[in-house]
């Protein structure tokens, strides 16, 4: 490139002579002749021709002119150098001030715009006054120095332990012995508003609430029930008295849970081996109800069914019986009703009935009532002996 003078430029800058990427002699006007260094390097053996109106500027061959770097700069950024010695074209760029004001607007357009995450809220000051809570995404707020914005995960449950040490661990129970105690409670942020102006340091608030509110529900209940079978029970006590005490000093903070990792009795003076003790005898009497509750769910219901069968069959007999009764009366009244009707031929029936049934298994001989003629007939007895042992 070049301008209209003939001078070769590069990437806007203008070459001359004394410039450090230039390769021509000359003096700055434009003709490429003249000069001491004739048109050798400025790095080369040769000294460029010192500037006028320049007294300290250093003499040495082997330094580049910076000043020619400079002024192009000035020339195509700031709009208001010349070309060089020679008297060259002014630059056409971008005015400085133009600059200035351009980049303060992108500051101030950056501190606007400003991006919240999911588990995140910010709430946004004017001149250190609370205005409003912003929630996750894009969010737009005066500049800097106006508004600010300060942000905290709001969704994010954080955890407090208490009771590692054991000075903050042993606590007076109901019935005046001692627990050792450990817990945890889980909260989060649920106003950033409240968390942030209401109270100072909302999780140390957090810890004394927390070890005030176990006190006072360890101190109402006797130490064996707070070991064994109220665990569940105290510690869902001790988080509705938090949330009720932070409820009250509009603390901004929802507890979630409270979890109790530790309740036993003091290790010193063989307290705790005879709570064991007593934990393993409860134990024990409870399997033992376990076990005859068993044996009574099986013994129970073969005595029931066997009632309901004696039952079932003294049923039947009955029924049998009064049915068998019943038919023999409507028998003798049938038969009471024939022999009304025909007394001999009734008498002389049941008479052979009867015969009958006696006669029925019996071994008997039948004789004609005139066989004999008074003569003892002869039986037998020992054919009806053998018959008889026969069967």
Known sequence: MSDDNGTPKKGGFRLNAQSPWGSGGGNGNGNGSGGNGGGKNPWGQGRPPQRP????????????????????????????????????TPGKGLPLPLIIVGAGLLFLASTCIYIVDAQEESVVLRFGEYTRTTGPGFNLKLPTPIETKVTRKTREVQKITIGVNTSSSLMLTGDENIVDIEFTVLWRISSLENYLFEVDEPALAVTAVAKSAMREIVGKNDLENIITTDRLKITTDVRDLIQETLDEYKAGIDVI???????????????????????????????????????????????????????????????RVTAEAKGEAERFRLIYKEYKAAPRVTRERMYLETLEDVYRDADKIILDEGAGGGVVPYLSLNELTGKKGAK
Request: charged content about 25%.
């Open 257 to 319: 849970e409270v979890q109790l990792q530790k309740a036993d009795a003091p290790s010193a003076g063989g307290v705790v081996d005879a709570f064991r003790d007593v934990v393993n005898a409860g134990q024990d009497a409870e399997t033992v109800v376990n076990e005859a509750t068993a044996y009574q769910n099986d013994v129970v219901p073969k005595a029931r069914g066997e009632a309901a069968q004696i039952i079932q069959e003294a049923e039947a007999y009955k029924g």
């Open 53 to 88: 109106n320049r007294p300290n500027r250093p003499q040495g061959g082997q330094n580049p002119d910076l000043d020619n770097v400079i002024r192009g700069f000035k020339e195509k950024f700031g709009g208001g150098g010349t070309g060089g010695s020679g008297g060259g």
